[in-house]
């Protein structure tokens, strides 16, 4: 059986103490960090939660949910990512190996040329072998160019070159698939920093995002990944991919808490087809079983 979400714990919680006790807000301090958000957050959280429903008297369920709802809003946001057709825009795309970062970047490269853009997709892990081939074929079967070294060449200079050729377009946005060997931190660490410069330099002033990929199954690791690739070089937004599991991802919420960083898109399926962009409130209402 797969894991249960915060939402029906939340339900059966409400079934099991009818009556407001002290069990019941140690049960949901549990609920919340199975549910993927950290233990310091949840406490936090159901702290205040207790504090308000004792000066608002509040009992009733629809209260309670009302009143978690209120505390957790503030931690989930948003960001639209738009792209000026007329100049170059750089997203690079960070994450761990084995999160969908590489199916993340072609369905992106997807839905920015459906709208109309010059798009040219970077294969900047060029550690593997596989990485820059997975790549390749996404952008046949999309019909969409990228820009690809041999393996073992710099990362930057892949950047570099499908940056110049976006130039010659005339603009439009380079999608940058980027290595994520946790486990060789430091190198992976310089790495990332150089193809940073590199994107800097070549980005329009304010076309330069860095999005990383999230798995929302992944639970608390999320918030490490995110403290790593914050650290190296900074995160302007996050693609969520498995948004459809029942986790429903509560690590967006330790994430926005913790450092700040908003959610762009969710991935809910392997088709291209399968992205959309986020909505906190559809997110919130989910997450605490409203919907």
């Given at each position: 059986?797969?894991?249960?979400?915060?939402?029906?714990?939340?339900?059966?919680?409400?079934?099991?103490?009818?009556?407001?006790?002290?069990?019941?807000?140690?049960?949901?301090?549990?609920?919340?960090?199975?549910?993927?958000?950290?233990?310091?957050?949840?406490?936090?959280?159901?702290?205040?939660?207790?504090?308000?429903?004792?000066?608002?008297?509040?009992s009733?369920?629809?209260?309670?949910?009302?009143?978690?709802?209120?505390?957790?809003?503030?931690?989930?946001?948003?960001?639209?990512?738009?792209?000026?057709?007329?100049?170059?825009?750089?997203?690079?795309?960070?994450?761990?190996?084995?999160?969908?970062?590489?199916?993340?970047?072609?369905?992106?490269?997807?839905?920015?040329?459906?709208?109309?853009?010059?798009?040219?997709?970077?294969?900047?892990?060029?550690?593997?072998?596989?990485?820059?081939?997975?790549?390749?074929?996404?952008?046949?079967?999309?019909?969409?160019?990228?820009?690809?070294?041999?393996?073992?060449?710099?990362?930057?200079?892949?950047?570099?070159?499908?940056?110049?050729?976006?130039?010659?377009?005339?603009g439009?946005?380079?999608?940058?698939?980027?290595?994520?060997?946790?486990?060789?931190?430091?190198?992976?660490v310089?790495?990332?920093?150089?193809?940073?410069?590199?994107?800097?330099?070549?980005?329009?002033?304010?076309?330069?995002?860095?999005?990383?990929?999230i798995d929302?199954?992944?639970?608390?690791?999320?918030?490490?990944?995110?403290?790593?690739?914050?650290?190296?070089?900074?995160?302007?937004?996050m693609?969520?991919?498995?948004?459809?599991?029942?986790?429903?991802?509560?690590?967006?919420?330790?994430?926005?808490?913790?450092?700040?960083?908003?959610?762009?898109?969710?991935?809910?399926?392997?088709?291209?087809?399968?992205?959309?962009?986020?909505?906190?409130?559809?997110?919130?209402?989910?997450?605490?079983?409203?919907?």
């Amino acid at each position: 059986m797969g894991k249960m979400s915060f939402a029906d714990k939340l339900k059966s919680l409400f079934g099991f103490h009818k009556n407001e006790n002290i069990d019941f807000f140690e049960e949901l301090t549990d609920a919340l960090i199975e549910g993927d958000i950290g233990a310091h957050t949840a406490v936090n959280i159901v702290d205040e939660l207790q504090k308000r429903c004792k000066e608002q008297k509040n009992s009733s369920q629809e209260s309670i949910v009302n009143a978690l709802e209120s505390l957790l809003m503030p931690y989930i946001n948003k960001i639209d990512l738009n792209i000026q057709t007329d100049k170059v825009n750089i997203y690079m795309i960070l994450g761990v190996n084995g999160v969908g970062k590489t199916t993340s970047t072609a369905k992106m490269a997807k839905l920015y040329s459906a709208r109309g853009a010059n798009v040219i997709m970077a294969a900047s892990d060029t550690f593997r072998a596989a990485a820059i081939d997975q790549l390749c074929i996404h952008g046949e079967r999309l019909g969409i160019r990228v820009v690809h070294h041999q393996m073992g060449s710099d990362p930057s200079s892949v950047v570099f070159d499908a940056c110049d050729a976006m130039r010659s377009l005339g603009g439009g946005l380079v999608l940058a698939d980027t290595a994520g060997r946790l486990h060789n931190k430091e190198n992976l660490v310089n790495e990332l920093k150089k193809i940073d410069r590199v994107a800097k330099s070549k980005a329009d002033e304010g076309c330069y995002k860095k999005i990383l990929v999230i798995d929302a199954t992944t639970g608390q690791n999320a918030l490490r990944q995110a403290e790593v690739f914050n650290e190296a070089v900074g995160i302007d937004a996050m693609l969520v991919t498995k948004y459809d599991s029942t986790a429903k991802g509560g690590c967006i919420i330790s994430i926005g808490k913790d450092l700040g960083i908003p959610v762009s898109y969710v991935c809910t399926g392997e088709h291209y087809e399968d992205i959309m962009p986020f909505d906190p409130n559809m997110y919130i209402k989910e997450f605490l079983g409203k919907s």
